[in-house]
C-alpha cells in the first residue's frame, strides 16, 4: 500500500520546537519532490518547505525562513521538518505531499497543493501558551 504518513505534531508553546516526520511507504522518495503544506479550516494550503530529491534544493515560505528546516533520511525513507522558534499563527494542520518531475519552487508555490501524487492525513501542530 502506497502512503505517506505525518507524525510529531502536537501542542508547544510559543517559542518552541518540535520536529514532523512524513514516513513513506510501498515506494521510495528517490524520484520524487517532498513537501509539507499547511492548511486552516476555510484558508487556502500553503506551501511551506519542499525538498527536491534528484538535487537537493529546498524551498522555503518566507514565514517560515530561518526558523524551519526540511531534510531528509534515505535509509529511512522519511523526510523531516524541523520547526524552531514557534508562532502561534504557525498553528495548522500540516501535511506533507510528493511529486515527481517537478521543481521545488513549482510544488510549494506554482502548485498551490494541487495535483500532488501522494498526500498525507495530515498532523495538527498547536502553538499557544
Known amino acids: 500500500q502506497l502512503q505517506l504518513v505525518e507524525s510529531g505534531g502536537g501542542l508547544v508553546q510559543p517559542g518552541g520546537s518540535l520536529r514532523l516526520s512524513c514516513a513513506a511507504s510501498?515506494?521510495?522518495?528517490?524520484?520524487?519532490?517532498i513537501g509539507w503544506f499547511r492548511q486552516a479550516p476555510g484558508k487556502e494550503r500553503e506551501g511551506v518547505s519542499c525538498?527536491?530529491?534528484?538535487?537537493?534544493?529546498?524551498y522555503y515560505a518566507d514565514s517560515v525562513k530561518g526558523r524551519f528546516t526540511i531534510s531528509r533520511d534515505n535509509a529511512k525513507n522519511t523526510v523531516y521538518l524541523q520547526m524552531n522558534s514557534l508562532k502561534p499563527e504557525d498553528t495548522f494542520v500540516y501535511y506533507c505531499?510528493?511529486?515527481?518531475?517537478?521543481?521545488?519552487?513549482?510544488?510549494?508555490?506554482?502548485?498551490?497543493?494541487?495535483?500532488?501524487?501522494?498526500w498525507g492525513k495530515g498532523t495538527l501542530v498547536t502553538v499557544s501558551a
Open positions: 510501498g515506494f521510495t522518495l528517490d524520484y520524487y519532490v
Open positions: 525538498i527536491s530529491s534528484s538535487d537537493g534544493s529546498t
Open positions: 505531499a510528493v511529486l515527481g518531475n517537478s521543481t521545488v519552487q513549482a510544488m510549494c508555490v506554482t502548485s498551490r497543493g494541487y495535483g500532488m501524487d501522494y
